[in-house]
């Protein structure tokens, strides 16, 4: 049963790593990768020959040497050279070869993981599951995490460090495994042919061994694999536990950089170093736990190594000293069995590297699996949705849950008409945000049906600025290539930032060197700049002012009533009302007449 289990273990590790490695040779870049690999196996099988030549002119320099015979000596030193020669270009090429593999292999996987967790919301879902807690059940969102199911985590760390590390050590491990075996095909004849036979006596009857140094070297390397697996397979789990441990401590440090304003002003600092302390030490304490399992396997494999060393010359000797074989003879067999015991010994000699790989693998599979259901269900909700496009924003049927499983709204119809500017009140913890991502079509744990007009766009509490110059910043997701100098300045000086006017090449982190209230007014102008039908607003204004905030309204509805659109809000204020006509109000559900903890209530605006 053991044995089967490991079995099926094996070949399902097997197959994880053709699933993450077939797409590449089947690729737009299969020729190139095909090539490469073939030349990458003709080298290996090329240096491989070059031993075989090179274990042959061992016997005949060592006999030259115990002959004491000049000319064959001063001959086989020049052989020696070109052999040499051969085998460096040999060396250099293949190392040259195998290491462009890697890295146009690690290029393809890469850009094809991160296009696919940048595809249909992939990365935002992923995140939402995995600082869910519990998984909601299955209502119909598909792509969402079952409960109990791991939800990979460290995507950064996926993309970067796995997928460098998983085409690293494929190739090395792959190709160093077709070595040995070359190795042990081209080199056991020659170890069989030079061994002999061993002839021994047990009651009165006599038995010979043929090709005895090939059977010592399989039995050497075969209880060297056993015992090497059993102290290192725990190795497997450590490597994988490691990287989870180091990713999340990364990610830590990295959030206390984004957020060193709020850390200094709350000061949190030793909070912070408390909580990155707890983090490190766990990574720490499993390293530990790691070198301690490496320092046993280093161990044993050092001495499995220096034994192999003289281990041949023991088996051999009393041929030689009874004058069966000379000095050169025994040294073509102390070379030969070296290599079939390097060959035999690969097991032994990258249990550890075969263990970081298991590793690296499954951390990977997971990942690329994840994206694949999440891919899956982005193309189904982008369809649902294509079928109710329409020139309003719509909603039938709509119930919405968190990721808990608690429901805040069930089969709410919600209709918005061009020109129709809908403000959403409710509150605190309603779900008035979650109302706005599920029609902005991002909320997995949404059912139902949602239309959202062309030409919208969504001001998010949380307004995105990436690192760069600052024109970069007021114009994405486009290329700030698409507006001209006058179309930028212009909208900084609608949204009331004309102090930003003369820094449009100014490169900065946006989001930590602008204040809350600038960093609103920017988001606002990247709205101003691209003139949207539809504005979809979740507290856009509330760190202004109120001239402020009435200026800014003012323009977004002009904006978009213009445009045959109409704004949907989300704010607090009771200021912001006059700029809308119409209410939809979250209103608690009292009285047990459904799951729902809120329904929407529809009135117009006096």
């Not at 199911?149 to 970067?160: F, G, K």
């Not at 070198?291 to 192999?308: C, N, R, S, W, Y």
Request: aromatic letters at 10%; proline letters at 4%; charged letters at 20%.
């Amino acid at each position: 049963m053991r044995l089967a289990a490991k079995s099926a273990h094996f070949m399902r590790f097997v197959r994880q790593v053709l699933h993450l490695s077939l797409p590449y040779f089947n690729s737009t870049e299969k020729w190139k990768a095909r090539a490469l690999l073939v030349a990458i196996i003709a080298l290996n099988l090329a240096a491989v020959y070059m031993l075989v030549l090179l274990n042959e002119w061992n016997r005949v320099f060592y006999d030259a040497l115990q002959n004491k015979d000049s000319a064959v000596f001063w001959t086989q030193l020049g052989r020696f050279t070109y052999l040499a020669m051969i085998f460096i270009v040999i060396a250099v090429y293949r190392f040259y070869l195998t290491q462009l593999l890697q890295v146009r292999w690690r290029a393809w996987m890469t850009r094809d993981l991160m296009r696919r967790w940048l595809t249909g919301q992939a990365f935002y879902r992923m995140e939402l599951g995995r600082y869910a807690g519990a998984p909601a059940p299955d209502t119909g969102a598909a792509g969402l995490p079952e409960p109990g199911q791991r939800v990979p985590d460290n995507p950064d760390q996926r993309l970067q460090e796995d997928v460098n590390l998983f085409t690293s050590q494929t190739v090395g491990l792959s190709m160093g495994a077709l070595n040995a075996v070359v190795t042990l095909v081209s080199f056991v004849g020659i170890l069989w042919s030079l061994s002999g036979s061993f002839s021994f006596n047990i009651g009165g009857h006599d038995f010979t061994i043929p090709g005895f140094m090939v059977w010592m070297a399989v039995l050497y390397c075969g209880v060297g694999s056993v015992l090497t697996h059993y102290i290192g397979r725990p190795l497997i789990g450590l490597n994988f536990e490691q990287q989870k441990r180091e990713a999340d401590f990364r990610h830590h440090l990295v959030r206390v950089r984004e957020y060193s304003e709020s850390i200094a002003l709350d000061k949190g600092e030793a909070v912070e170093n408390r909580n990155l302390d707890t983090r490190f030490t766990s990574a720490l304490a499993n390293y530990l736990k790691l070198i301690a399992k490496q320092k046993q396997l280093v161990g044993f494999t050092a001495l499995f190594g220096q034994a192999a060393t003289v281990f041949p010359f023991i088996i051999a000797a009393p041929r030689f000293f009874s004058g069966a074989i000379q000095l050169g003879e025994l040294m073509q067999i102390s070379s030969a069995f070296d290599r079939v015991q390097g060959a035999l010994s690969w097991f032994v000699d990258n249990y550890d590297s075969l263990a970081s790989w298991r590793a690296t693998t499954e951390r990977l599979t997971s990942f690329e699996a994840a994206l694949s259901k999440q891919n899956q269900a982005s193309t189904q909700a982008q369809q649902a949705q294509a079928a109710m496009n329409s020139g309003a924003i719509e909603a039938q049927d709509l119930t919405l849950q968190l990721p808990a499983g608690v429901t805040l709204l069930q089969g709410a119809t919600l209709h918005a008409a061009p020109g129709e500017h809908t403000l959403v009140q409710g509150p605190s913890g309603s779900g008035k945000s979650t109302l706005l991502r599920a029609l902005a079509g991002i909320w997995p744990w949404a059912t139902g049906r949602v239309a959202l007009p062309p030409r919208t766009m969504v001001i998010p509490q949380r307004p995105y600025f990436p690192d760069g110059a600052l024109r970069g910043a007021l114009a994405y997701p486009d290329n700030a290539s698409d507006y001209t100098d006058d179309q930028l300045k212009q909208a900084l000086n609608d949204a009331l930032l004309p102090g930003l006017t003369g820094r449009l090449d100014d490169r900065d982190n946006w989001t930590q060197k602008l204040s809350g209230g600038e960093q609103q007014r920017l988001a606002i102008a990247r709205v101003l700049l691209k003139k949207p039908a539809w504005v979809l607003a979740d507290e856009a204004t509330s760190a202004l002012d109120m001239a402020a905030e009435q200026n800014l309204y003012e323009k977004l509805r002009s904006l978009t009533q213009h445009a045959g659109g109409a704004l949907l809000s989300i704010a607090h204020r009771p200021t912001v009302a006059p700029f809308h006509l119409r209410r939809w109000q979250l209103q608690p559900i009292e009285g047990g007449e459904t799951s729902a903890r809120y329904r929407v209530e529809t009135s117009a605006i006096t």
